[in-house]
């Protein structure tokens, strides 16, 4: 069903997932705007582009002339915009912060549907659903403990 590359570059998306919340970690105990979910899903986000652009530019090497990766360098900018005046229209919140990550990552999910690579899109989104849902309550409790209560 799935072949065994899209599978290893799935891991490779759960492996940024953790490694971005770990960073967020030290950011959310510090009580700082962005924390656990805003790095998690931002470093998703990268490496969802990455893969897909990999995974493109592999399956389209047969055609000359076309390079998905200026589609998908496009794509990161016109939404990293839409998520900067996200951020900046309501203020800098950590939760609209998280929104603005949230809305790059689906584009990212977006990107791979359109390549065909439905694997990493639905991982990438159930993964996004997870740092929404879980990592909210693990700041608050890890702010409660030991970091900045007032956030």
């Known amino acids: 069903m799935f072949d065994q590359i899209e599978i290893l570059f799935a891991w490779r998306l759960a492996a940024a997932v953790l490694l971005g919340a770990l960073v967020g970690l030290e950011r959310s105990i510090a009580g700082k705007h962005a924390g656990m979910r805003t790095y998690a899903l931002v470093s998703l986000g990268s490496c969802l582009f990455v893969v897909v652009g990999t995974l493109a530019s592999y399956q ?25 005046g996200l951020a900046i229209m309501r203020g800098n919140s950590q939760m609209e912060l998280t929104t603005a ?51």
Do not use: H, K
């Open 101 to 151: 990550s949230g809305v790059w990552v689906v584009a990212g999910v977006g990107m791979a549907c359109g390549f065909g690579l439905y694997l990493l899109a639905a991982v990438t989104s159930i993964l996004s659903i997870l740092v929404f849902a879980v990592f909210s309550r693990g700041e608050r409790l890890i702010r409660v403990r030991w970091g900045n209560r007032d956030q």
């Open 60 to 84: 389209l090497s047969v055609f000359v002339g076309i390079n998905p990766l200026q589609i998908a360098s496009s794509v990161v900018i016109g939404i990293g915009f839409i998520g900067s």
